[in-house]
């Protein structure tokens, strides 16, 4: 599937609508819609060699079988989830945040809602309606539906409490060269929009825990971990906020008609500091 075909209008404009859903309308996805969310799934490819098994849940066809899905009460009315299960490999979870950040984009093109959520769901009850395998993990899901037209308490503290409208400044987060020397916007090109859809992505507990050098016409991307932050959890949760990124990065420059691919170049480029580790470069 040519990524930004998926969408009804630009890309950017989707990016700056994006916001995190957690109440909804209760009512459940008409069929069509359903149908289309469905075909996304079904075609959704990242740049990563790996496989996401994805499903799109109705809550009311697993109450028969007395299997409860639910968010420990994040999440108020919603009728349908995405679950999405790797096997923790290579660059899987790259590749699912890549993949269901696609998914997200154009729920939100539709004018749906969603969340990403990565602890705060009741994984044994969704990894039963997933029937995962022993060589499975189910890290992440996502609820989608019509979002309701008030936003509950919950949903204003929990947006509060993650600082999600606030972002780290340009220069924090992108470099030229090297980590020395702070990337400004002008000094950007024609990176510059692709970068600052980088700056708005959402990231777990608002981190934003990419870093990128330009490098004449290559991007090299970075991921600054905050230390203890994935503890317990069974995977590292940062590294699907960098696939969020990449996703951003990639279907901007692609809209903007600039081509390049993704690969490993391990640039000669002294690390930030200890937490900082080299992922991948998208090369022109």
Known sequence: MESN???????????KKRISVRSYDSKSLDSSLRNSLEECLRNLKGPFDSKVRYKLIDIKDFESKDIKL???GII????SFVAAVINNEGMSIEQLGYELEQFVLYATSLGLGTCWLGGTFKKGE????MELKESEILPIVTPVGYPKEKEGLIGSLMRTVAGSKNRKAFEELFYSENFDKPLSE????VYKEALEMVRLAPSASNKQPWRIVKDENNLHIYLKHTPGYSKGMGFDM?????GIAVCHLDLTLREAGINGSF???HPDIKALDENTEYVISWVK
């Open 5 to 15: 075909m998926i969408f009804n209008k630009p890309v950017t404009e989707i990016i």
């Open 70 to 72: 639910g968010t420990y």
């Open 76 to 79: 108020r009315g919603v009728s």
């Open 126 to 129: 969704f990894a039963k309606a």
């Open 186 to 189: 002008s000094e950007a090109g």
């Open 238 to 242: 940062q590294r699907v906020d960098i």
């Open 263 to 265: 690969k490993k170049v």
